[in-house]
């Protein structure tokens, strides 16, 4: 079962029931059926058989444009665009596949080594330095803080007396 207010996949149906915007059954059987008691349907389902011929004529149109040649180049000009290259022209490419994805790995460093340097912006000498000791300084807390709880956990064990353990270590 199919429910759709498109009427391009009716032709493949076998039983078709059409229903009205109030939910009442239209028409129901084979498609030529429904064609025949629902003019609305009729008239969807020719409307579409036209933007499908019409888009078939600008395809063959492009292909016979393609095809034919003069002095041994395509009358057609080639698609070019400047400024990024997407996927879909790496694809469409006659590179090989391993070679189109060098070529956009080589895209994505270029632009992750722009973004690196505009990081930093006219300071790079002070921020890059003060970066990297804030990054080792956050991981050396990070291995240092289960050492300070076990110290701590353990002064419990040697003191009998809670009270005597230093709160502070």
């Known amino acids: 079962m199919i429910r759709t ?6 032709p493949s149906q076998e ?9 009442q059954i239209l028409s129901q059987g084979s498609i030529s059926d429904a064609l025949v008691k629902n003019s609305k349907l009729r008239a969807e389902v020719a409307q579409e058989k036209k933007k499908e011929e019409k888009a078939e004529r600008e395809i063959d149109a492009e292909r016979e444009a393609e095809t034919l040649k003069e002095d041994g ?3 057609v000009e080639e698609e070019s665009s400047e ?5 879909g022209s790496a694809k469409s490419s006659s590179l090989p596949v391993f070679q189109c994805v060098i070529v956009m790995l080589n ?9 690196l340097v505009a990081l930093g912006g006219r300071y ?21 803080q289960p ?16 009270a005597d353990v230093d709160v502070t270590l």
């Not at 207010?5 to 009716?10: D, E, I, M, N, R």
């Not at 039983?15 to 939910?23: E, I, K, R």
């Not at 110290?151 to 419990?156: G, L, R, V």
């Open 5 to 10: 207010p498109s009427t391009w996949q009716l």
């Open 15 to 23: 039983f078709v029931v059409s229903l009205g915007s109030d939910g």
């Open 73 to 75: 180049k395509p009358i």
């Open 83 to 87: 400024g990024h290259i997407s996927w």
């Open 107 to 115: 895209i994505m460093l270029i632009a992750v080594k722009m973004y």
């Open 124 to 144: 790079r000498m002070i921020f890059w330095p003060a970066f990297t000791f804030a990054m080792v300084f956050e991981c050396g807390i990070e291995v240092l």
């Open 147 to 162: 050492w300070l709880l076990g110290a701590w956990a353990t002064e419990y064990t040697i003191h009998p007396d809670p």
